[in-house]
């Protein structure tokens, strides 16, 4: 089988959009394992400064990648995507540019929006350097957290999700251009809980070992935080659109998945 990915990876590759707190690492754990390290390019290490050593490692290995994986909006241009990272945006955009020669194949995992902000408000807890925590944490519980969130206008109380899997910025129509998104643009999107079951279905088309269902990230404090009831409507007014679009992809999801292994395997017999 191993010629059959070459082939195969030799015209596609995966693209991953990674949603914070939404289960992105471990699908992207579990992806690796089947796909190699070798061929994987997680772009988070990297969105800092510029370093001799990081610009050796991403050339060096842009050639071979088959999964690329990182907190960028769908098929975005690179250079607005990371601000001030344009030596990133030159070697990567070439990647999943339309003219690329390699089709891009996109999948994301999703979560309920209060569920995902109850799960980084614990994360950040435990991370004081992590940049969100001296603007959002200190002195803060979650609703403190919450209000500080809404008061800079942070894109994780304005249906986020939907902005960056539709490739824009929250306002009018946005939930119609995300379920657009998923509908025609993404190969699979996932609940948080079913990451293992997309890494599996694409181990049974490359006729790969399964992977073993695993969470990582688990050292965030285990007990969910109780958000108070006015801070609860607030929430379900604020990420109404995400809200709705996560409920969308739990309904259509199976469906979905099981279109993305036939067309998988489509493609495999050409």
């Not at 772009?43 to 050639?63: C, D, E, M, T, V």
């Not at 945006?89 to 990647?95: A, F, G, H, V």
């Not at 109850?118 to 957290?145: A, M, Q, V």
């Amino acid at each position: 089988m191993k010629s059959c990915l070459t082939a195969f990876f030799g015209q596609h590759m995966i693209v991953h959009t990674h949603l914070e707190k939404c289960g992105g690492s471990t699908l992207l754990h579990y992806l690796t394992l089947l796909i190699g390290k070798e061929h994987t390019l997680d772009l988070r290490p990297f969105l800092g400064k510029k370093s001799a050593q990081g610009y050796r490692k991403i050339q060096n290995k842009k050639h071979s990648i088959r999964l690329l994986s990182g907190h960028f909006r769908y098929n975005s241009g690179w250079a607005k995507l990371v601000p001030n990272q344009h030596w990133l945006s030159k070697i990567i955009s070439p990647l999943i540019a339309p003219s690329c020669r390699k089709h891009a194949l996109h999948i994301a995992s999703v979560r309920h929006p209060i569920d995902r902000l109850d799960s980084l408000f614990r994360y950040l807890k435990t991370r004081p350097r992590h940049y969100l925590y001296n603007h959002h944490i200190i002195k803060n519980d979650f609703d403190g957290f919450i209000q500080s969130l809404i008061t800079s206008n942070n894109q994780l109380v304005n249906n986020g999700m939907c902005a960056q899997l539709a490739k824009c910025t929250p306002g009018a129509n946005i939930l119609d251009k995300a379920k657009k998104s998923f509908d025609q643009h993404y190969l699979a999107m996932v609940p948080f809980d079913k990451t293992h079951e997309l890494a599996n279905m694409l181990a049974d088309v490359f006729q790969l070992p399964l992977v073993k269902e695993k969470i990582i990230n688990k050292s965030e404090p285990t007990a969910k935080v109780i958000p108070s009831t006015a801070t609860l409507l607030l929430l379900e007014k604020k990420c109404a659109d995400d809200i709705q679009f996560y409920n969308y992809v739990v309904n259509q999801y199976p469906t979905k998945l099981l279109e993305a292994k036939q067309y998988l395997q489509q493609l495999i017999a050409k």
